[in-house]
Structures are given as structure tokens and as C-alpha cells.
């Protein structure tokens, strides 16, 4: 599956962003969603996953409160809804799938959407 991310940009401390990944063909319910994130200078981090079929919710102790994961099972999308951003939520933002179970591992995700630059000014 091809995954395609949208919706980063230039916001400031405290604003809201919606991050979107659709993907190229129908998601099975087996699969798991995910978003991780990279800032400059530092490696990808989780952020958080949902379960396609159930819609099970699993977040980032960075993420828990301010953070929402959701999806679209008609339009084969996930989303982020960033609140009360911050600016050390700038970076990178990556939607990934992986076909063996929840996870929090990078390596574990199986197919990877391009990512979207989210940056956030104090």
C-alpha cells in the first residue's frame, strides 16, 4: 500500500493541526495505523497507532491529552489531530502501516507514507 500524508505547516504554540494519510487501496481490518514523528537532529519517535478494524487507540505518553488518532474506513484515511501544540512538536510527521499487531518499533511498520512538516513557533 502507498501511503500519502498531508496537512503539516507553520502554526504557532497553542494552535491545532489535522494531519491526514490516505492510502492507495482498501486498508484490511488486520492492519494497524500509525504516526510517528522525527525532529530535527533526532530519531523517529512514535506517536500513536489505531487498530483499522476495531479502532483501538494506543498513544505516545507525549501525545495522551493533546493528541487524537482516528480513521476513515470509506476513505482509506487516518488522521492526527494535534491540540495545544507546542514547539517541541515540530517535526516530521510519518503515517505507517504494519500487518503484525500493535507496535510502537518503527522497524516493525511495513509501509510508510512521505511525510508532512508540522512547525510550531513560540
Known amino acids: 500500500v502507498q501511503l500519502q500524508a498531508s496537512g503539516g505547516g507553520l502554526v504557532q504554540a497553542g494552535d491545532s493541526v489535522r494531519l491526514s494519510c490516505v492510502a492507495s487501496?482498501?486498508?484490511?481490518?488486520?492492519?494497524?495505523m500509525g504516526w510517528f514523528r522525527q525532529a530535527p537532529g533526532k530519531e523517529r519517535d512514535f506517536v500513536a497507532a489505531i487498530r483499522w478494524g476495531v479502532g483501538n487507540t494506543y498513544y505516545a505518553d507525549s501525545a495522551k491529552g493533546r493528541f487524537t488518532i482516528s480513521r476513515s474506513t470509506a476513505k482509506n484515511s487516518v488522521y492526527l489531530q494535534m491540540n495545544s501544540l507546542k514547539p517541541e512538536d515540530t517535526a516530521v510527521y510519518y503515517c505507517?502501516?504494519?500487518?503484525?499487531?500493535?507496535?510502537?518499533?518503527?522497524?516493525?511498520?511495513?509501509?510508510w507514507g512521505q511525510g508532512t512538516l508540522v512547525t510550531v513557533s513560540s
Open positions: 505507517a502501516a504494519t500487518y503484525g499487531g500493535l507496535s510502537t518499533v518503527e522497524k516493525e511498520y511495513n509501509a
Open positions: 487501496r482498501r486498508i484490511f481490518s488486520s492492519t494497524v
